[in-house]
């Protein structure tokens, strides 16, 4: 009915425990349960095949506490490429790489056993658990002076793993240590027509096809390859393009210089479990990381396992569970939650078992005090925390934020503070020094992790004292708090990125966090000044600002256009929208960055203006209600070339409505959502 498993071995290195990417997959049956992203095929404006995400009404940003899940990404970027990785060796490459594989692996089944070591799986691929005639830790001491680390399961006991980057030589000098450890003599295994692939039973062989798209049997050499993925990022708009004003999501700069020690082998080509000793450095890296987080957030402590912001919720969550079922409390279970929270929140709540109450907003978007103190009152004897966002997700500073927390305490709860919106804290305040007990980072907004179209993501979580016995854990490597859960396999999470993050804190430090935290305020009152003539900036703080981003509501026009709208058409002007009718609906919520300079600043506020005076042209009856700019966009290469043009407006207006140097054309026209909903493909076909 369902299959989950793990694309690790696809293409993508270790790296110290990640990250990776899972897959999931079941029958049509459960479609509607399924947690997370489903891309879906649909089709566009011109009745040309699009991608579109499908079914979202089962997902937490719509669904909340009663969505099937808390996940609001995915880890598109290790998705893609174990994709390349498919298409690049296609359907032969594939079975030949694994038949070698199998190969190598029954070739040392067979000569260890002449050893005098047994073998316990009758059918293997790549896998041997193997039973020693001496103690593992002669095998140990042996195998490490060579440099090969095994999985020293028991005393009695190794596991070795074979891939395709193990060579004949690698497997000799296996064997070669086994030999040393058994007493026995060495005898170098010979290619020759005795190496063949373990015949398996016929029920245990896959008969079906597979691979079987053109795309996976086209592009196998290096340059059809490199033509390929340049192909599919012209169509892409990145940071690399333009600017991503998407509210709450923090798109800023993925310096060049933070990302290259991702590539390098020395961090990832290392196995999450080998001896600490063999990743000194690697460890010192990770523990100044985990103390310079300590020291921005406040904090006693950090754990760097949750691998994404939804995972660092859910852990947060877990510590505060785990500790009042510690005191005996474990009735304390309701989790107070603003209505302006994002909807990963409650569902993050639901799935650690907690009874959810919404808090209202006051009509300038904050927490409504009274209502927040009545509630935490009524529920004093089982309130275990209160989950929020600071700033808030309405894009205003809580200017009640101590009395609020205070509130929480006063009646026995804890404040799991949303680390969302840290990108206007940093170097400013902290949670830790505004009294929060919990608060998970997003490394891929503030801390400037690449997003990677949806993940990979880290999500940190902070504590504090009273908290760190509750940290995550690890059952093989001691990390964490003693009375603490894991929640990665890998101890450190997604340790592969981890340098990316080391390498903004270490190359800004602490006056350049703080400028970067001043500039993405000041971008963002920048941009809130010179729209709020033209849209109603929906809330702001007492003194008339915003804080890192603003709401732009557009409900006041919505017969004319809807918000979704303005959205695509912003495609034709060269940008991402920015976040589309969330936190409130019929509006749009732009958040700069500090990474952004005046002059990209101004061609976003010059386009939305633009767009504000499309809109009045069809208020006034001088463009028509359906045939016009907006509700036809985005207008793509193919529509704005062709011989035939029956608009009532320009080509040049469709696609050049600014002065401009550069075009970015979108290369699919406005999708019809409902088609691709009723009919859910999700494997594209030829």
Aim: glycine share 8%; hydrophobic share 40%; charged share 20%.
């Amino acid at each position: 009915d369902c299959v989950v498993g793990s694309s690790q071995r696809f293409g993508l290195p270790m790296g110290f425990g990640g990250p990776t990417t899972g897959f999931f997959a079941c029958k049509e049956d459960f479609k509607r349960q399924m947690p997370g992203r489903i891309i879906g095929i649909t089709i566009d404006a011109q009745g040309k095949r699009a991608l579109r995400m499908a079914l979202q009404t089962r997902e937490q940003h719509i669904k909340r506490e009663k969505a099937t899940s808390n996940i609001c990404t995915a880890s598109a970027l290790m998705a893609i490429m174990s994709g390349m990785y498919a298409a690049y060796h296609g359907q032969k490459g594939i079975a030949n790489i694994a038949m070698r594989i199998n190969r190598i692996t029954a070739v040392l089944n067979q000569e260890i056993q002449k050893l005098g070591y047994k073998q316990f799986n009758t059918y293997f691929f790549d896998t041997l658990c193997i039973q020693s005639p001496v103690k593992t830790d002669v095998i140990r001491k042996i195998a490490e002076d060579n440099q090969i680390n095994f999985r020293y399961i028991c005393d009695e006991c190794i596991g070795i793993s074979i891939d395709e980057t193990t060579t004949l030589d690698d497997a000799n000098n296996i064997l070669k240590v086994l030999a040393q450890a058994a007493g026995k003599t060495y005898i170098p295994i010979e290619c020759s027509g005795n190496c063949k692939t373990l015949d398996f039973p016929a029920a245990l062989k896959r008969t079906s096809p597979y691979l079987t798209q053109t795309i996976f049997n086209s592009y196998h050499s290096e340059t059809e390859m490199m033509r390929y993925i340049k192909k599919l990022e012209i169509k892409d708009l990145s940071l690399n393009r333009a600017m991503i004003p998407l509210g709450s999501c923090t798109m800023k700069l993925n310096a060049a210089a933070e990302m290259f020690p991702i590539s390098w082998p020395e961090f990832g080509a290392i196995h999450p479990f080998v001896p600490s000793n063999q990743a000194e450095g690697y460890l010192e890296m990770i523990h100044n990381l985990e103390k310079d987080l300590a020291d921005i957030t406040g904090f006693a402590g950090i754990s760097l396992q949750p691998q994404s912001g939804a995972s660092g919720e859910h852990s947060g969550l877990i510590v505060i569970r785990n500790y009042f079922h510690d005191k005996g409390e474990a009735h304390r279970n309701v989790c107070l939650i603003p209505s302006s929270a994002h909807g990963t929140n409650p569902a993050s709540a639901a799935m650690a078992g907690m009874k959810i109450i919404v808090i209202k907003a006051t009509p300038s978007g904050e927490i409504d005090i009274d209502d927040l103190k009545a509630k935490a009152e009524e529920n004093k004897d089982n309130l275990a925390c209160l989950m929020i966002t600071y700033p808030s997700t309405h894009g205003v500073f809580e200017e009640e934020i101590l009395h609020i927390i205070d509130i929480i305490h006063a009646n026995g709860g804890l404040v799991y503070m949303d680390g969302a919106n840290m990108n206007a804290q940093v170097g400013l305040t902290s949670p830790g020094h505004m009294g929060a007990d919990v608060c998970h980072l997003n490394l891929h907004k503030t801390f400037a992790m690449p997003h990677g179209g949806g993940g990979p993501g880290v999500g940190p979580i902070g504590v504090s004292e009273k908290l760190l016995d509750f940290l995550p854990s690890h059952p093989l490597v001691k990390v964490g708090g003693n009375k603490g859960d894991a929640v990665s396999a890998a101890p450190y999470g997604y340790s592969l990125l981890l340098p990316i993050t080391y390498g903004y804190i270490k190359m800004l430090g602490t006056q350049g966090l703080t400028d970067a935290t001043k500039y993405a305020i000041l971008n963002a009152n920048y941009m809130m000044t010179r729209l709020k003539d033209i849209y109603k900036i929906l809330y702001t703080g007492s003194k008339g600002r915003v804080a890192h981003e603003m709401i732009l509501d557009c409900n006041s026009f919505s017969l004319s256009a809807q918000v979704g709208e303005l959205a695509k058409r912003l495609m034709d002007y060269g940008f991402h929208a920015p976040t589309v009718a969330f936190p409130v609906h019929g509006t749009l919520m732009v958040e700069p960055t500090e990474s952004e300079p005046l002059s990209e600043m101004d061609r976003l506020c010059d386009a939305l203006i633009q767009i504000r005076k499309e809109v009045a042209q069809i208020e006034s009856g001088e463009a028509d209600k359906e045939n016009n700019v907006i509700k036809n966009a985005p207008h793509t290469m193919d529509v704005v070339c062709a011989d035939q043009w029956n608009r009532p407006y320009s080509r040049q207006q469709a696609a050049f409505p600014l002065p401009h140097d550069d075009k970015y054309w979108p290369t699919v026209s406005k999708v019809d959502d409902a088609y691709g909903d009723r009919n859910l493909v999700c494997c594209y076909q030829d």
